[in-house]
């Protein structure tokens, strides 16, 4: 049996986590839709690649956020089971 193009393309270890389809939002009019990755164009693979990187950066702002707070915390001596927002500013009143 022959390999489908998709097939070969996971078969490379930097291309395995390759989606069966992806997700294109809504644009100029068009309603968002699912495809197939095996039918995507170059423009559908565009706009989902912007649309899951407008997501990544947000998932970072919040992490990056929430690692703000619990470093502020702990180096105001918060333990573990203590309020990490009250711990924070704490330190922040101090600085």
Do not use: C, H
Not at 23 to 47: N, Y
Not at 59 to 67: E, G, P, S, V
């Amino acid at each position: 049996m022959f390999d489908t193009p998709l097939k070969r393309l996971r078969k490379k270890s930097w291309l395995s986590d390759i989606p069966d389809s992806i997700d294109i939002p809504a644009i100029g009019g068009r309603p968002a839709t699912s495809k197939s990755i095996e039918e995507a164009s170059l423009d559908d693979l565009a706009f989902a690649i912007r649309a899951l990187s407008k997501q990544s950066s947000a998932i970072y702002r919040k992490t990056n956020a929430l690692q703000q707070i619990y470093d502020l915390a702990r180096n105001e001596g918060a333990l573990g089971n203590m309020l990490a927002v009250a711990a924070a500013a704490r330190a922040e009143e101090v600085a």
